[in-house]
């Protein structure tokens, strides 16, 4: 019997491979690589500190006092943030599956959806194998190699979580933020609206508009890719909660004195919508939005795991349905994408809480 | 015709709020003017209409409020007519706002650099630096030290006093016709009112800025203003030269209002008050709004409305029974006003 070989593919390789699939200009990837290195060697710490607003501290004034220039607002909350542990470890954990999820082309072993490992029974390869040296989580049923779907399955997961979220956000702030500005009627119809989107049985029209897109008898609607298919059902279906707290603390601003004060001089409703309101209700924003990465991420693994993905497509719930036949045998291949699942999403969680801690007003020095 | 038009004329507004458990009257026919240059008074209780006035000149009322009638005509143009695009650059160029409470005026996120741009780039066109340089300069003018660095601090970073200074200046950068000043020292220490007050009058006139000066605060209105207009019920019950109304009040409110100042040279044990409360305005006192707690009320107070009663070119009273109430007056001041009322 012919041995068949395989060896890990050269770096290089794996680059232009990336490069290929997804249609990026090397020389770009790498510029921007060598910028963004010299940036930090030559800065350090202090570029990173430049990025959190702390850059002029010290301001110089005409008549050559020196004086503290009082912290920005986001440097204040960088600063709680980072005497949170959580925060720490929760930001790292989401920092490091972003990298993954851009860099896995290069980080693994072997192609996620290729069948070689099959064919090296004798290095540890072959179907369902036990994770070894050269497998670090072995192989599934089809013989692919566990790890390298590990790395792959965090790009569909992290892409439709955040797209997802970007969509919802867009479209509750906005109709939230018109909802509470204009009342009337606009608020009455928008409201019901929302009563309405908050009524439907999410995984129900999830399952039957996914299917239906996938494999309904519109043609050109199988063309959409699933992921994208997931991340509009995710966001049109979950923006209401949004909404409504985007309306009340809309509303709860609207009432203010400066925003009055902001009438009187002179500024148009766009104006104090975007630049005197939605700044001042960022913090809650920001924390639903990270809630709703976690939400996003937890839905689209629910959706293939009931067996709505494609089995083309390399993502966590897709792999633990794939695991289901051989959960007696080798439950690792379940349990090692579901706890991928539970760490990325535990991490978006705290990664909420601590934004919101930091992000409390309240809690202002 | 040799007198110049006044800046701004107020001809027999009606203000009104639909609420759920009615229509509430806050303006009942007010009329009034100011003259370019001049401090006008607005003096009346809490509910009265003053601030509602306020709003009205600037349509900032709230949604469910509107003027239903009348005219505030603005250097010629009726601010009731204008489109909303037309108002905003009415608003903050032309006739700027302060507000009552300087702690929640201030938007808490944003630097005060910002804020104080913010209101002239909408107006002009001027680079950042240049906007930076003017309010530089307009907080130096309110009397802010240090106003070169402290203004890249926060709204929190100042004290009340800090605060109102601030929008004052603000108010002012653009250098408006008139400034309308919502009980501008009601939320702040009697110590820093003081100074506030000394900021605005010099403000005034230095710049020569017309001025409604809304408070309740009476002592304020003789410090400042030269005319007043007294507001009872959503209706000006009496206006006319500052000296005149404190000397020679004629309606029975004016009357009861100078009698509630509590004083240090009369010998008594308890304050004077107005009895009864101000009244509700979804339903309000038919006639005139005052005859529940008037002590000189009659039958005809309670049925008609009293009119308007010209005393000079600019005094006048709304009340039946004013003539009867002149027991201070003498005779030969009576008949030129029945004289000056003849001719009018």
């Keep these: 019997m012919q041995r068949i070989k395989t060896t890990r593919v050269p770096f290089t390789a794996k680059l232009d491979k990336y490069m290929s699939e997804h249609r990026l200009p090397k020389s770009m990837i790498w510029a921007g690589f060598l910028v963004i290195c010299a940036y930090y060697i030559n800065d350090g710490f202090t570029a990173i500190k430049r990025l959190f607003g702390a850059k002029e501290t010290i301001i110089i004034a005409k008549d050559g006092t020196l004086r503290e220039r009082s912290p920005s607002q986001w440097s204040l909350v960088w600063k709680r943030y980072s005497k949170n542990k959580v925060a720490i470890l929760s930001g790292a954990l989401v920092l490091i599956t972003i990298l993954i999820a851009i860099l896995y082309p290069i980080l693994m072993p072997f192609g996620p959806v290729g069948i070689e490992p099959l064919f090296d029974a004798w290095n540890g390869g072959g179907s369902t194998t036990r994770p070894n040296m050269k497998y670090p989580a072995g192989t599934d049923i089809l013989g ?3 790890f390298s779907r590990l790395l792959a399955g965090s790009e569909v997961s992290l892409t439709v979580g955040i797209f997802s979220s970007i969509l919802s956000l867009l479209i509750g702030v906005t109709l939230g933020a018109l909802a509470g500005y204009y009342r009337g009627w606009t608020e009455e119809v928008i409201m019901r609206v929302t009563d309405m989107f908050l009524a439907l049985p ?24 699933q992921s994208i298919v997931i991340i509009i059902v995710l966001g049109v279906f979950g923006w209401a909660g ?5 309306a009340a603390n809309t509303k709860q601003i609207y009432n203010l004195d400066y925003v009055n004060a902001a009438r009187v001089l002179g500024a148009s409703n766009k104006r104090i919508i975007m630049s005197h309101i939605l700044p001042n209700i960022m913090a809650p924003i920001i924390v639903l939005g990270t809630l709703f990465i976690a939400g996003g991420i937890l839905s689209e693994a629910g959706l293939t795991f009931l067996g709505l993905g494609s089995p083309t497509t390399v993502s966590w719930g897709q792999m633990v349905n794939e695991a289901q036949t051989e959960l007696k045998h080798n439950p690792e291949l379940a349990l090692l994408p579901g706890f991928a ?3 990325v999403v535990l991490a978006f969680n705290l990664l909420g809480d601590a934004l919101r801690d930091a992000l409390d007003p309240r809690l202002r020095e | 015709m040799n007198e110049k038009r006044p800046l701004l004329e107020i001809q027999d507004i009606y203000t009104q709020f639909f609420t759920e458990s009615g229509v509430v009257e806050a303006l009942d026919g007010v009329s009034f003017d100011v003259t370019a240059g001049e401090p006008v008074g ?37 601010l009731l007519d204008l489109a909303h695009n037309q108002m905003r650059s009415i608003r903050g160029k032309e006739i700027a706002m302060i507000f009552q409470d300087p702690m929640t005026s201030l938007n808490p996120i944003f630097r005060v650099d910002d804020q104080m741009t913010e209101v002239i780039s909408l107006h002009r066109k001027v680079n950042k630096k240049e906007a930076l340089g003017i309010a530089i300069e307009m907080l130096e003018s309110v009397g802010i030290s240090d106003a070169e660095k402290r203004i890249h601090d926060y709204p929190h970073q100042f004290s009340g006093g800090m605060r109102q200074r601030i929008l004052i200046a603000r108010a002012l ?24 007050l000394e900021i605005i009058k010099e403000m005034q006139k230095k710049l020569g800025l017309a001025m409604m000066l809304i408070t309740h605060n009476l002592g304020v209105v003789a410090e400042i203003t030269k005319r007043v207009h007294i507001f009872y019920g959503g ?6 030269p500052t000296e005149d109304v404190f000397i020679n009040p004629q309606h029975p409110y004016t009357r009861a209002l100078f009698d509630s100042i509590p004083s240090l040279e009369k010998d008594k044990t308890r304050l004077d008050t107005i009895p009864g409360n101000v009244p509700r305005l979804i339903n309000p006192p038919k006639g005139c709004r005052f005859h529940p707690r008037c002590k000189y009320a009659t039958e005809i107070c309670s049925r008609e409305r009293p009119e308007d ?24 001041t009576m008949r030129e006003r029945v004289k000056i009322k003849e001719e009018v």
């Design chain 1, 144 to 146: 692919r190699d566990e």
């Design chain 1, 202 to 225: 999410f995984l129900v029209i999830a399952i039957l508009a996914v299917s239906f897109i996938q494999r309904g008898t519109l043609d050109f609607l199988k063309q959409i890719p």
């Design chain 1, 242 to 246: 949004l909404c409504r707290l985007v």
């Design chain 1, 341 to 343: 699942i539970f760490f």
């Design chain 2, 42 to 78: 607005i003096v009346g209780e809490s509910g009265c209409g003053k601030t509602v006035t306020g709003h009205s000149i600037l349509r900032i009322l709230p949604k469910n409020g509107k003027t239903v009638k009348g005219k505030i005509i603005y250097k010629g143009i009726n």
């Design chain 2, 173 to 196: 950068a653009l250098q408006p016709s008139l400034l309308i000043a919502d009980e501008p020292t009601t939320a702040l220490d009697v110590t820093i009112q003081a100074q506030v």
């Design chain 2, 235 to 240: 209706r000006v019950v009496e206006s006319g």
């Design chain 2, 309 to 332: 009663v010209w005393l000079g070119p600019k005094r006048r009273v709304a009340c039946h029974h004013y003539e009867e109430l002149d027991l201070d007056v003498d005779e030969e």
